[in-house]
């Protein structure tokens, strides 16, 4: 653990130091800021609107796509390229702690970000308001959450390739293709299904069984049913920190075997 630690913070130093990541720090909370103020207008001054519309809207699940990507193409497929990386997993460091530091601080720097959904809810509350505070603190434990998982995922795809760009690409398009999983596998099984059952009962079982299947898997749904509300859900938790570890450990051994074949 300390390992990984003395890794976050240096990833978190060189993220600081980097301009890229003030460029795109302040592009992100000027757009935040621009979306809460066109909410609140929308809504007619409605705090609770306001709030869901600028912590959970669409323009949320786009940066959920993008900023993980960004970040990833950075932590690995960047330091491949330049040497580094490789340098770094010679260290007496173990591969998964050097991958765990550099998730923590991705991680860590997506918090600071999505902070700022805080400020505009005690701002709000400062002149007048009445933010449900559950739902905003629930909400924003949820975004930690799905940054972890969206971070973990845009890792894996970074490992792939040495190439930034590319690695940047991959990553997003995992993260789509995560996000739309669900809407595919119920789409692709309503027509693949009358050729394998070849009466209603039985196509209404497999229907039901694949919605629950696809259902352990959606981002969204786990997202909008417990955190959104202000319930802390320990199963919720637990599914997002179980498939979060597993793309983490897949990482890992990526980065392990392309050590190995280099």
């Keep these: 653990m300390t390992g990984a630690l ?13 301009p890229f990541t003030w ?6 909370l000027l757009l935040n800021g621009l979306l809460f103020n066109t909410f609140l207008i929308s809504s007619s001054g409605n705090v609770s609107a306001t709030l869901e519309g600028s912590m959970t809207g669409v323009g949320f699940w786009v940066w959920m796509v993008f900023l993980p990507a960004l970040l990833a193409m950075r932590l690995i497929a960047e330091e491949s390229r330049n040497g580094t990386l490789e340098y770094l997993l010679t260290a007496p460091v173990g591969d998964f702690a050097v991958v765990f530091g550099k998730f923590l601080a991705a991680t860590a720097f997506l918090g600071l970000v999505w902070t700022s959904a805080l400020v505009y809810a ?6 007048g308001g009445a933010p449900d505070w559950p739902a905003v603190i629930g909400t924003w434990i949820g ?3 799905v940054s972890g998982l969206f971070v973990s995922i845009g890792m894996l795809a970074s ?3 040495a190439t930034p760009l590319l690695a940047a690409f991959l990553s997003m398009v995992a993260c789509v293709l995560w996000l739309f999983l669900p809407w595919m596998v119920m789409r692709g099984l309503s027509y693949v299904l009358p050729f394998v059952a070849d009466t209603g009962a039985k196509q209404e079982v497999i229907m039901e069984k694949a919605t629950g299947i696809v259902a352990s898997m959606d981002a969204v749904r786990h997202f909008q049913r417990s955190f959104q509300l202000g319930v802390l859900d320990t199963a919720e938790v637990v599914f997002f920190v179980t498939w979060t570890a597993l793309f983490l450990f897949l990482t890992a051994r990526s980065l392990e075997a392309r050590r190995w074949r280099g």
Aim: hydrophobic share 65%; charged share 10%.
């Design 159 to 161: 490992t792939f390739t």
């Design 122 to 127: 005690g701002t709000l509350h400062w002149v």
């Design 6 to 18: 003395v890794v976050a913070r240096r990833e978190l130093t060189g993220l600081f130091m980097a």
């Design 23 to 28: 460029i795109v720090l302040l592009v992100v």
């Design 143 to 145: 975004t930690l959450l």
